[in-house]
């Protein structure tokens, strides 16, 4: 009646194995290390630039416990912290000599110290929220008028040059705020240039009135297209966030909308605020130049000679100088999308560029009268500028052309990133700023995990207590709550925050509940009458129902949490749903796997440790055990 098939042992035994090895690296610490990324968009951290920092530490005669390169940053583990400082300075000397114009970023951080072969298995430990570990956090205000002022100057430009393709005369085009105005003589024109706008400009709607002699027609950005218009530049703002912030090394960073005009930014582990706040605000702008071809320039880009007047040196990622004109042809301003693919002829990488009518007519104009020559196109960050790329012409451009040549399938997805995203979408401002220390945030993980120690130690000494041997069996199934709990965490890489040690502590007084109900179900049936192993099955099987209702309803309301809460109530949110059903898994199969280990093979069993089972009709109560 109560015994386990082999299996369902088997399911226990690997469930707890699973859990103890992932919940391991938690218990291993921190130590302190070093990571190195790149600052400027346009150089790579390689093994190349791997080997460079294991020659530089070398050289210092600094030992690092572990070097690793882990997708575009490399990160030197070391023993203590002094060898840390020491390490940050020697490997920023080699890497960038000069000061003023850093090549990478050199950052302290922290790693697990978690070996190799739990590394090897995925089992990392979780990571801690800004309120744990210290860090700075931002919310920042995106000018969604100026997105809108932005797109509306370039539909004005669109609008022109459709008119002059359509010959449609008019009396000057001209923006006023976020509208745009046109002139026109009679109401024919009128008619030709409202069917022309709803035709080809679906976000746009009009309103005409008589101006005189004349007739004003004035168009604005409809609703629906303005509120698209402000949610694709936060959306850009962000994922340009999201590329800067990497270069500071953060494990977690915690970079989401808020409200329809805002983005909170958290950066777990950094303290330097200047420098949070100077990658933050960062401005990366493209040029598109003529590259000057002549004898002169020639030399020049071979150091061989001086710089033609009127042209300036740059250079490519591969160090190699390209001598351009000084004119800028276009600016990144005119481009409006960059998606990388490959070209119909022979299935090499490109980039397919677009950009608005203005910009589309400067390149037909330029290209016509410079085919077979150099174009180069220009990142400029911190005011220093670098050659993208610098692609031959071959033909007659327009609103839409490509970039192709010999470039890779990572280089032309990279390069259609930098050109879509280097710079904001929109202007932001840091309206609120908050720096919370690293002691601040040792104390805080002190007191959340005495909350849960304590409240564990309390929950299990009172259940001993009053269920006796029944209660020590709830004590090890909580114990195997909280280790599955961290298990799935650690597993989902899940950010630990103060709330989300709040709602652990909660989980534990939660799942408590359910062996109350089974342990008060197998006194009721040994009041009852029915014999100790009878009560073990009734009252396991008719506490089920009670107890999946009841975690259901919490779990509903946890979900409810999760889908409308954010930040610090999501936290709670996440760790509460895990939690609730980890705690069915515990409470139901694994205690009665032990209580079925501990009685089920007894076959004349007379009596079960479960405390004092009291007996209404009798005159007293009798002890179970």
């Known amino acids: 009646m109560n015994r386990y098939p082999a299996w369902k042992y088997a399911i226990i035994v690997v469930a707890l194995l699973i859990a103890a090895l992932y919940t391991l690296p938690n218990f291993f610490g921190e130590a302190p290390a070093v990571q190195v990324s790149s600052s400027k968009s346009t150089i790579k951290v390689d093994s190349t630039t791997l080997a460079k920092v294991e020659q530089a530490l070398k050289d210092a005669s600094i030992a690092a416990d572990a070097i690793t390169l882990e997708g575009s940053s490399i990160k030197a583990r070391f023993g203590d912290t002094d060898t840390q400082l020491k390490a940050k300075d020697a490997i920023q000397k080699a890497l960038s000599p000069d ?26 430990p979780m990571y801690l929220g800004l309120d744990l570990r210290g860090g700075v956090h931002f919310m920042l205000q995106v000018d969604m008028q100026a997105a809108l002022t932005k797109r509306t100057e370039s539909l004005a430009g669109d609008i022109r040059l459709s008119l002059r393709e359509k010959n449609i ?52 950005i409809k609703p629906e297209a303005a509120r698209r218009i402000q949610d694709q530049a936060l959306k850009q703002n962000i994922v340009t966030l999201h590329n800067r912030i990497n270069e500071l090394g953060v494990a977690e ?6 409200g329809i005009d805002r983005i909170v930014v958290q950066l777990p582990g950094v303290q330097d605020t200047a420098k949070a706040k100077d990658i933050l605000g960062r401005t990366a702008t493209l040029e598109m130049r003529l590259v000057d071809d002549s004898a002169e320039a020639r030399a020049a880009a071979n150091n061989t000679g001086a710089v033609p007047f009127g042209d300036e040196r740059f250079f490519e990622r591969n160090g190699q100088a390209v001598i351009v004109k000084k004119q800028v042809i276009l600016t990144g ?22 950009v608005d009518a203005k910009g589309g007519r400067i390149m037909r104009d330029t290209s016509r009268e410079n085919i077979k020559k150099r174009m180069a196109i220009l990142l400029f960050e911190k005011g220093k500028g670098e050659v993208l790329t610098a692609p031959v012409i071959q033909g007659e451009l327009g609103n839409r052309f490509q970039i192709s040549g010999s470039m890779s399938v990572v280089e032309a997805n990279d390069l259609a990133l930098l050109l879509r995203a280097g710079s904001l979408a929109a202007p932001m401002e840091i309206i609120e700023e908050r720096t919370i220390g690293p002691t601040l945030g040792a104390d805080n993980i002190s007191k959340g995990f005495h909350s849960v120690s304590w409240g564990f130690v309390v929950i299990v000494a009172f259940m001993a207590a009053y269920y006796m041997l029944f209660g020590l069996f709830s004590g090890l199934a909580l114990a195997v709550n909280l280790l599955l709990l961290v298990a799935v965490l650690s597993m989902l890489q899940a950010t630990l925050t103060l709330p989300g040690m709040a709602a652990m502590a909660l989980a534990l007084g939660m799942a408590i509940d359910s062996n109350v109900l089974i342990n008060e179900r197998v006194r009721e049936e040994l009041r009852s009458g029915a014999s100790p192993q009878a009560a073990i099955h009734a009252g396991y099987e008719r506490a089920w129902a009670t107890i999946l209702d009841s975690n259901i309803s919490t779990l509903i309301a946890g979900l409810a949490l999760l889908a409308f809460g954010s930040g610090p109530v999501r936290g709670f949110a996440v760790v509460h749903c895990i939690g609730i059903l980890t705690s069915m898994f515990s409470a139901v ?37």
């Open 333 to 354: 301003e005119s481009l409006t999308d960059a998606q990388p693919g490959f070209d119909s002829q022979n299935q090499q990488p490109k980039v397919d560029l677009t």
């Open 99 to 124: 000061a003023n114009d850093p090549a990478y970023v050199v950052a302290l951080n922290l790693l697990s110290r978690s070996p190799a072969w739990l590394t090897s298995l995925h089992a990392f």
């Open 253 to 258: 960073p915690v970079i989401q909308q808020q």
């Open 169 to 220: 005369r008019h009396g000057g085009i001209s923006r006023n705020g976020q509208t745009i105005e046109i002139r026109l003589r009679d109401s024919a024109t009128l008619a030709s240039t409202k069917a022309l706008i709803q035709d080809q400009f679906a976000d746009l709607q009009t309103v005409d009135a008589p101006d005189g002699a004349e007739y004003k027609l004035t168009a604005s």
């Open 589 to 625: 199969f694994f205690s009665r796997g032990l209580v079925n280990l501990w009685y089920g093979r007894q076959k004349k069993l007379k009596s079960v440790s479960i405390g004092t089972v009291w007996r209404p009709a009798a005159s007293g109560a009798v002890a179970a055990k």
